[in-house]
Nanobody, 127 residues
Framework: QVQLVESGGGLVQAGGSLRLSCVASGRHFSTAPMAWFRQAPGKEREFAAAISWNSGETKYADSVRGRFTISRDHAKSTVYLQMNNLKPEDTAVYYC????????????????????WGQGTQVTVSS
C-alpha cells in the first residue's frame, strides 16, 4: 500500500514547540520532493514548507519562515517539520505530501504539484 502517515500533532501553548513526522511506505518516497501543507478551520489548504529529494533545498511560506524547519531522513523514509515559537494562527490540520513522478527534480509549493497525501494531524495552539 502507498501510504504517508503523519504524527506528532497535539495541543500546545503559544510559544511552544512541536515536531511533526511523516513516514512513507509502499514506494520510495524518500527520493521524492516532499512538503507540508496546513488547513485552518474555514480556510483553504495552504503551503507551509517543502524539501527537495536530493539536494536538501528547502522552501518556506512567509508565515512560518524562521520558526519552522523541514528536514528528511532518507534511511527512515521520514520527513519532519520542527515547529518552534508556535502561534495561535498556526492552528490547523497539517498534511504531509509527496510528489512521486518520473522527474523528481525541483522543489514545489502548490497543491497540484503533489501526488500523494497523508491523512493529516491536528495542531492546536492556545493563547
Amino acid at each position: 500500500q502507498v501510504q504517508l502517515v503523519e504524527s506528532g500533532g497535539g495541543l500546545v501553548q503559544a510559544g511552544g514547540s512541536l515536531r511533526l513526522s511523516c513516514v512513507a511506505s509502499g514506494r520510495h518516497f524518500s527520493t521524492a520532493p516532499m512538503a507540508w501543507f496546513r488547513q485552518a478551520p474555514g480556510k483553504e489548504r495552504e503551503f507551509a514548507a517543502a524539501i527537495s529529494w536530493n539536494s536538501g533545498e528547502t522552501k518556506y511560506a512567509d508565515s512560518v519562515r524562521g520558526r519552522f524547519t523541514i528536514s528528511r531522513d532518507h534511511a527512515k523514509s521520514t520527513v519532519y517539520l520542527q515547529m518552534n515559537n508556535l502561534k495561535p494562527e498556526d492552528t490547523a490540520v497539517y498534511y504531509c505530501a509527496a510528489r512521486w513522478v518520473e522527474d523528481r527534480r525541483g522543489i514545489f509549493d502548490s497543491i497540484g504539484d503533489y501526488t500523494y497525501w497523508g491523512q493529516g494531524t491536528q495542531v492546536t495552539v492556545s493563547s
